[in-house]
């Protein structure tokens, strides 16, 4: 099955500065690339996700970017703010919806 | 965004009593729904992957004989935790795919707490 993998686990990052988290997938099939903020007790919420056909998509300080050859994507967060504070997860979907280990980050004011 | 509800979010239960857990979908229809299992600071696991009308499709290791799985309609999903134990507490969250939405998107119900004493 699919497996994804997601670094880093933690991140840290003073306001204003950008945050990066990257993730590999390992199923070929796998054509869908969404990612999640998920606050403590809340459900995910999708912030981004981007198709097997795009390279990049961008939604004002969120990007995400996707390399099918190499099998991994990224997500950039710019101009991080206190609220941006979460922990996120990215995830594949081949047959079904696999989830990365989450990062958790934290924007220091 | 299509909204998926859950009920309860939250319960306290007795150990060895089965608790039943709703998720529907409250705006759209839902041929597949699934079940996700999340433990403190870690990431969602699949538990099975509901589909209406016909049997869950279990993930290895999740047994499908304490964790039944009914997906009557297209917009009602249950889990019953059946014999509940101490080591079942954990937040579970569904989630369900709009099969008519331009991008079959899977929307995310808020959860439900569950502690077994």
């Known amino acids: 099955g699919e497996n994804v993998e997601q670094h880093p686990s933690t991140l840290s990052v003073q306001e204003g500065d950008s945050a990066v988290i990257k993730c590999t997938y390992s199923d070929s099939a796998s054509n869908y690339f969404p990612w999640y903020k998920q606050e403590l007790g809340k459900r995910p919420q999708l912030i981004i996700d981007?198709?097997?056909?795009?390279g990049e998509k961008k939604d004002q300080r969120i990007a995400v970017t996707l390399n099918k050859t190499a099998k991994h994507f990224s997500l950039h967060i710019t101009e991080t703010q206190p609220e941006d504070s979460a922990v996120y997860f990215c995830?594949?979907?081949?047959?079904?919806?696999?989830f990365g280990s989450g990062t958790q980050l934290t924007v220091l004011p | 965004g299509a909204v998926v509800s859950q009920h309860p979010s939250w319960v306290i239960c007795k150990s060895g009593t089965s608790v039943k857990i709703e998720c529907r979908s409250l705006d759209f229809q839902a041929t597949t729904m699934f079940w996700y299992r999340q433990f403190p600071k870690q990431s969602l696991m699949l538990m099975a992957t509901?589909?209406?009308?016909?049997?869950?499709?279990?993930e290895q290791g999740v047994e499908k004989d304490k964790f039944l799985i009914n997906h009557a309609s297209l917009t009602l999903s249950t889990l019953t935790v059946t014999s509940a134990h101490p080591e079942d507490s954990s937040f579970y969250i569904c989630?369900?795919?709009?099969?008519?939405?331009?991008?079959?998107?899977?929307?995310f119900g808020p959860g439900t707490r569950l502690t077994v004493l």
């Open positions: 509901s589909n209406e009308g016909s049997k869950a499709t279990y």
């Open positions: 995830a594949a979907r081949g047959r079904q919806l696999t």
């Open positions: 981007i198709r097997s056909n795009v």
């Open positions: 989630s369900a795919r709009d099969i008519l939405g331009q991008y079959n998107e899977q929307f």
